[in-house]
């Protein structure tokens, strides 16, 4: 699976963005991490081909992932957006019938858009 990854840039605190993903497939399971430096991945949400979403703790209330399958693509809106939202942004994709929330468990990779929150 090939995945496109955009959207991100520079935004001041309190603001949004939409982060998009573009897959060569339609019927995979695709979710979004990041990493800011020093730290692991982190799983933010995912979405699969049957629209069941499944969003970390962490960011539940601010950001949404959503799907529109017309275009193969992936949204994340990141809404109040802090200086804690810096990272590397990467969405992923994995076949399967669950929502695996793991990096390990994802075997295609986006190539990541730096998202910058100023305070």
């Known amino acids: 699976v090939q995945l496109q990854a955009s959207g991100g840039g520079l935004v001041q605190a309190g603001g949004s963005l939409r982060l998009s993903c573009e897959a060569s497939?339609?019927?995979?399971?695709v979710a979004w991490f990041r990493q800011a430096p020093g730290k692991e991945r982190e799983f933010l949400a995912a979405v699969n081909w049957n629209y069941r979403t499944k969003h970390a703790d962490s960011v539940k209330g601010r950001f949404t992932i959503s799907r529109e399958t017309a275009k193969n693509t992936v949204y994340l809106q990141m809404n109040d957006l802090n200086a804690e939202d810096t990272a590397v942004y990467y969405c992923?994709?994995?076949?399967?019938?669950?929502?695996?929330?793991?990096?390990?468990?994802?075997?295609?990779w986006g190539q990541g858009t730096q998202v910058t929150v100023s305070s």
């Open positions: 497939e339609r019927t995979v399971n």
């Open positions: 992923a994709a994995v076949y399967a019938r669950d929502i695996p929330t793991t990096s390990a468990a994802h075997a295609s």
